[in-house]
DNA sequence: CCGTAGCAGTTTGCATACAAAATGCAAGGT
DNA sequence: ACCTTGCATTTTGTATGCAAACTGCTACGG
């Protein structure tokens, strides 16, 4: 499919087409992955020089890139005063869950009722690999499955608009759970929680995985406040 | 609350920010409306330089504004190729109106927790109104009445992170329901939801306010199927 | 001693300038 | 007649320049 006819009839399977990025698109994704990597830290005034030099850019692009990442709601942006990375306070996480919550019972609803046998036997390896990093308490790569495994649902769910939204929070999250820890017993009650995704997801039982998700996140989203009550406010002098 | 003591002990009510509002911003807004209103169509090339000059601006503040537009959704961006109103498609309102319920239901859900009773009247007091116009068929008002009950009840949920990604996409299916008419069933039906939602959100039964809520956005987005189907594609030629 | 005013340096907002890419058209070839 | 090719024009992407706003410091006055 998707391939096209010259005149003589010939078939050309339409090449990918050249990845040429302009300069604030780029600016735009490494900007934010230096966001998220929490190396940008809140509230520092980031002068447009600095950040030109750093990439070695002019400003007009760059300065494109802030006005997008503005509206993304990564940086603050105050007339002639520059930018700064927005603070993650504890408010904006309780805000934050629910939706997630929201978005993904959606998308699990939407899952079970196009999900194909081959999908869900992805989700089903993806999450016996998650276990096993579980067992062996490995918790970075316990986190990278764990989110791919959402991802795989999301996917699922087959809605570009659902996603985006879902990757725009999930974007902001995200940086507050570079830093977050998880008590033994939270990482047991997530995994159990994993285990009944799967099961639902298996049988296609939208309702169930739909609360189930949502449950979920609320419970992720307590995780995360706990493990900031442990820590400290480290979103705030992250250096 | 919010107002400040001085050294002297006096109180300083805090005043109201100065509205300074850049020239980007302004034309962030201003190109919305537009594009929101069926000026700009879809899929036609508009240069930088026309709107240049009809803002009477130069052209790097109105491409700041393009790429937050584009980051919103609401335009598609060709490297070196310029700016076009993106296409609403059905497919696209498909995917968007799922979404809305769940975000909705969602504010439904948080509402019923936190609203006041001042606020439930004033609830009540729209949605009269809004009958008022239904029995006149009043069809312009209505909508407009209909839009002011739901973001109520968006405000009462008190979560703005919720608020922002509704309003984005609101703002988007907007353009759709500009155009969009209703059958006398549909707008019967409609109604009476509305009356169920305002049940529910009395007494304050979060689950069945989220149910009536997610379900009428399904019926909204059934009703602008309908009503574009009727209409023939009338997304695709407006002027 | 504290507070304010004024000034130099910095930073931002917008306009303009220039280079690369795309578009449209006309001339030439098949 | 159609398609290709090359060139002039338009449009976009990026860099630079300039004026206005902000920042921090110093000096002056109470």
């Known amino acids: 499919m998707n ?18 990025v302009t300069l604030h698109e780029e600016l735009v994704a490494r900007l934010r992955d230096l966001i ?16 030109c ?56 609803e939407l ?8 999908q869900i036997a992805e989700v089903r390896a993806l999450h016996y690999q998650m276990v096993l990093h579980y067992t062996r308490k490995e918790l970075p790569q316990y986190f990278r499955l764990n989110q791919r495994i959402h ?11 659902l996603t985006r939204m879902y ?4 974007g902001r999250i995200r940086r507050a759970r570079y830093l977050a820890n998880m008590s033994k017993a939270r990482w047991d009650q997530a995994v159990e929680e994993h285990e009944a995704i799967l099961s639902a997801l298996a049988q296609r039982d939208a309702a169930r995985l739909g609360r ?16 900031l009550a442990a820590d400290g406010d480290r979103l705030s002098r992250t250096a």
Chains 1, 2 share one sequence.
């Open 36 to 51: 998220v990597e929490g190396e940008l830290a809140p509230d520092v005034r980031v002068p447009e020089r600095t950040l």
């Open 167 to 170: 990757q725009g929070l999930a």
């Open 3 to 20: 391939d096209v006819r010259n005149r003589e009839g010939g078939v050309l399977t339409k090449a990918q087409p050249i990845a040429r």
């Open 151 to 161: 991802e795989a649902i999301m996917d699922a769910a087959g809605n570009a608009t």
């Open 212 to 227: 189930i998700l949502k449950q979920h996140l609320q419970n992720k989203g307590e995780t995360v406040k706990e493990s």
């Open 53 to 108: 030099e750093r990439f070695g850019v002019s400003r007009t692009p760059l300065r494109e890139a802030l006005k997008v990442l503005a509206s993304e709601g990564l940086l603050d942006l105050l007339p002639n005063r520059g930018a700064t990375v927005s603070r993650l306070t504890q408010a904006d996480l309780d805000e934050m869950f629910p939706v997630m919550g929201a978005l993904e019972a959606l998308a699990g």
């Open 111 to 118: 899952a079970c009722t196009r999900i194909t046998d081959e």
